[in-house]
């Protein structure tokens, strides 16, 4: 059941993105009287899955899932019709339009790209909100169990303050890609304010170790499940544990360190129950446990029992525009410094490029309409700059020679035109099979 929740989800964001990407170079080819030969979800190699023709247009979906296209009557593009380019031009066909309409075309499906992803951020503002937890409200700082965090210098009860200068203000979903992109961070540690220097290869690092989140809030020890043959039987599911042999244990890292201490030892435990505090013997086992199952506690218990202030703040839909306006802002700009990294060596940052598997690995489990909704307008801005490559065969490649044809005023020669679509289609063919095969790799090695 997971597995088609999570597949679901990523079939649903990838059509979504795929229809109104085509769809932004189909209403303009429609404004300007050209003619659209094809529109399909998914490519039709040798047949499709459905198909229906309305007027000069085949709609159809077809049965392989690397993304879908519309095809444009006199365009060189992937289908490589030479026969109809050795006709001679005719009024419908897209070669004879003028340059900024030919431009306009191309640059379609990346500008819906954009908007739909600054329109869904404006949305979510609007529904979600926006929730945190304020830096100023992390007394005890974060927690930190990255091997390649800790290997930098950061430790648990560290606070993130400032990301090569940027002051962090609260604690979300976005600090961590800020920390791996920067390459000094600020932090306070026992009160004190020191910089850890980022190595250029962090990116590189982070992948020769387990996976997991970089950082994380302090969570308190919270009893779980108790197995019937548990000799902690003094313990109930939901207690909350406060000390252990006399020594503070707020938080679940600070238990860890005191059981381990403790082994094959009966020790003295404060707990929180129903509001209360109790004492009660707790046995630890050989390997510095208590034999019990952990539990959680939801942000609103957490902020009940003082742990963390969760602060939430809630938009009207005209004070949802600037604050989406910004959060794709923000996923714009840190996607290209992303891309940056990608295409520097010295960062290692290459070796994280995944295929179709990364991003079926983003979605949950579960479904959520918030994290769908997130997610999908992350690859919206992710399908938009990556089309905007200037490599031929893909939008940007296309962008690039009208360009150079609207400043000039030389149109390139149609046989160049096609020799630059096949090198462009090798280049891409070649860097979905490095993305893909990186998935391949880390399935096989576990990382």
């Known amino acids: 059941m997971d597995i088609f929740i999570k597949l679901s989800q990523f079939l649903l964001s990838l059509s979504l993105l795929i229809i109104l990407h085509e769809l932004g170079h189909f209403i303009p080819a429609k404004l300007f009287k050209t003619r659209v030969e094809k529109f399909y979800l998914f490519f039709d190699v040798k047949y499709s899955l459905l198909k229906k023709k309305i007027g000069d247009t085949e709609y159809g979906i077809g049965w392989l899932p690397l993304g879908g296209y519309v095809k444009i009557s006199g365009m060189i593009d992937e289908s490589m019709d030479k026969e109809q380019m050795a006709l001679p031009p005719q009024p419908w066909e897209f070669r004879s339009k003028p340059a900024y309409q030919r431009l306009i075309i191309m640059l379609g499906g990346v500008t819906v790209n954009f908007i739909l992803a600054f329109i869904i951020y404006i949305g979510m503002a609007f529904a979600y909100g926006e929730t945190y937890i304020a830096n100023d409200d992390l007394k005890d700082g974060l927690l930190i169990e990255n091997k390649a965090m800790i ?13 090569d200068g940027l002051k962090i203000a609260k604690f979300d979903n976005d600090i961590t890609m800020k920390v791996i992109m920067a390459k000094e961070v600020l932090i306070e540690r026992n009160g004190m304010q020191q910089t850890i220097k980022m190595p250029n290869d962090f990116v590189d690092q982070l992948s020769k170790h387990e996976k997991g989140g970089l950082m994380s809030i302090r969570m308190p020890f919270v009893v779980g499940a108790i197995s019937e043959d548990s000799k902690n039987t003094a313990l109930q599911p939901k207690d909350v544990v406060l000390k252990l042999n006399g020594q503070p244990a707020k938080y679940f890292d600070q238990a860890k360190a005191i059981l381990e201490n403790n082994k094959n030892k009966i020790i003295p435990a404060t707990i929180l129950r129903d509001l209360k505090e109790i004492e009660v013997p707790v046995v630890v086992t050989s390997d510095g446990k208590l034999g019990i199952g952990v539990g959680g506690l939801s ?8 742990y963390y202030k969760i602060s939430k703040q809630e938009f009207g839909f005209l004070e949802a525009i600037p604050v989406g306006i910004t959060k794709g802002k923000d996923q714009l700009i840190g996607y290209g410094k992303q891309l940056k990294m990608i295409f520097s060596p010295s960062t290692g940052a290459y070796k994280q490029v995944g295929g179709f598997k990364a991003i079926f690995d983003i ?15 992350l690859l919206s801005i992710m399908l938009g700059v990556m089309n905007l490559l200037p490599i031929p065969a893909l939008d940007g490649g296309h962008v690039m020679f009208l360009l150079y044809e609207i400043i000039s005023g030389k149109k390139p020669s149609d046989k160049f035109l096609e020799n630059a679509q096949l090198v462009g289609f090798v280049l891409l063919i070649t860097l979905l099979l490095f993305a893909n095969g990186n998935d391949i790799y880390k399935a096989i090695v576990g990382r």
Do not use: C, Q, R
């Open 151 to 163: 290997n930098v210098g950061f430790k648990t009860g560290d606070k993130i303050l400032a990301a």
């Open 299 to 306: 942000l609103s218990n957490l902020e009940k029992l003082g």
């Open 363 to 377: 979605f949950p489990n579960t479904w959520s309409w918030e994290t769908f909704w997130n997610i999908t307008a």
